[in-house]
Structure formats: C-alpha cells, structure tokens
C-alpha cells in the first residue's frame, strides 16, 4: 500500500534512525547489538595490548595521575566539586521554584473567567446588602414619621378635647 511505501522510503533516508527505533522496538535485536558492542570494546582492547606488548597505558597513565596528585590538590578538588554540586543544586532548586511559579501563573490565567465571576458575584451581593440596608431605613423613618404624627395628633385631641366638649354641651345647649 502506499503508506507501507513511504515508510520504507522514510527508514531508508533516515538510516540510523529507523535502525535505532527497530532496535528500541525488538528486545532480541537490542540484546544482540549490546552483544555486539561489548564484543568490539573487548576485541579494541585486546588489539592495544597487542600492539603495546601487553603494557595498557590508558590503566597505567590513569593510576599514575591519580598517585601524582598531592594531598591539598585532592582536597581542592573535592571542595571544588563540592562547590559545584552546590550550584547545580541550587540551580535546579531555583529551576524548580521558576517552574512552580510558571504553573500557578497558568493555572490563575485559567482560572481567571471564574475568578471574574466570582468578584461579580461579591459585587453583586454588597450591591444588594447596600439596597436591603437602604430599604431598611427608609422603612424606618416612614415607620418614625407615621408614629410621630399619630403622637402629635394625639396630643393635639387631649389638648383641644375640652374645647371640643365645651363647644358640643354648647350645641346641645342651644339645640
């Protein structure tokens, strides 16, 4: 099929890619090319002792650098490592702190519609307790105003009552 046909032609251009996705695919494949890479690291070696006369230089230069330094170099060494690993401790912390701030930012710019929401929902409801509180004291004073007229009008009857006596026994009295 025609699919089948371009992925031929993409693993022969690719070459070692496709050889190492096949290789990553099949664990036999994989087994038998780690074989086969020990076997040439082993056969490279023992191709340098023969052309060397049995003498391996690369152990022999390795364990002489190792006895050729001195005590204070092995130390700076080591507090220079240490300093170093300081570093990237320190980086990947702060790697780490960046990543998490970079995580809430997203998280809040995705949040941000609710977060709107939810403030136009505290405004409406301060908006609301504001009209209720309003409400509340306008009722009041109505309530104040009407039981103030009804003292007036009270104490205006009690006032005026012996008048309105005298001018009724008057009335029945002409009458």
């Not at 990947?92 to 701030?101: A, C, F, P, T």
């Not at 007036?152 to 026994?169: H, R």
């Amino acid at each position: 099929s025609r699919a089948e046909l371009t992925s031929r032609v993409q693993k022969m251009r690719r070459g070692w890619e496709s050889k190492l996705e096949d290789l990553q695919k099949d664990v036999n494949a994989r087994e038998q090319f780690e074989d086969r890479v020990k076997q040439l690291r082993d056969d490279k070696r023992k191709h340098m002792l023969q052309m060397h006369h049995g003498v391996d230089y690369l152990q022999r230069n390795m364990s002489m650098t190792l006895e050729g330094y001195s005590d204070n170099k092995s130390e700076k060494m080591i507090r220079q490592a240490d300093k170093s690993k300081e570093r990237h401790v320190k980086a990947v912390e702060i790697q780490q702190d960046l990543e998490k701030q970079q995580e809430q930012q997203g998280i809040a710019w995705l949040n941000r519609g609710e977060g709107r929401r939810r403030e136009r929902e505290l405004q409406e409801m301060e908006d609301r307790q504001r009209e209720e509180r309003v409400e509340r004291q306008r009722q009041w004073l109505i309530r104040l105003a009407v039981h103030g007229f009804a003292f007036q009008t009270g104490m205006k009857y009690t006032e005026n009552k012996g008048a309105f006596e005298l001018q009724a026994k008057q009335k029945d009295a002409v009458g």
